[in-house]
């Protein structure tokens, strides 16, 4: 007996592919689930192995003294004598100047900033109250607060 399909061939193509996604839907389902079992078997086995080993002997005893351990314990935490020295650094202000703007005429430029309600035209070098600016760039102007000798930078994006 012969049977022969009349199909175009984008039926063809369509009932090819169709074929090949379900073969490999299965494959791939019937390779999962054995795989878990065999780790869920793995771990249960090594749970219940006792190898008489006491943990306790390998813990070390709490230094009195954290400055004395090769390698600090508090991690992400300050020691007193770290939040003591920060205490004694004043903090820089933030800066009070606000971006206002740029004019170039005649090659010229010339940058505004804002101080409160002041609007001023800086350049470099220039000192304003306790700051000085360093530099003008596209992106940025560099001010040094100076009683700190701490810079800053005002974004200009």
Known sequence: MNLRF?????KKNAAIVAAAVTVAAGVVAGRERPTIELIQDKFSATRVADDGIDLGKLQRPESADPQSEPVARNFGQQTPAQVANAADKPAVPPLPFRYFGRLTENGKTEVFVMRGDDLLTIHPGQKI????VDKIADAAISFTYLPLKMKQTLDLQ
């Open 129 to 132: 109250g306790e700051y000085r």
């Open 6 to 10: 009349n199909l175009s061939p984008w």
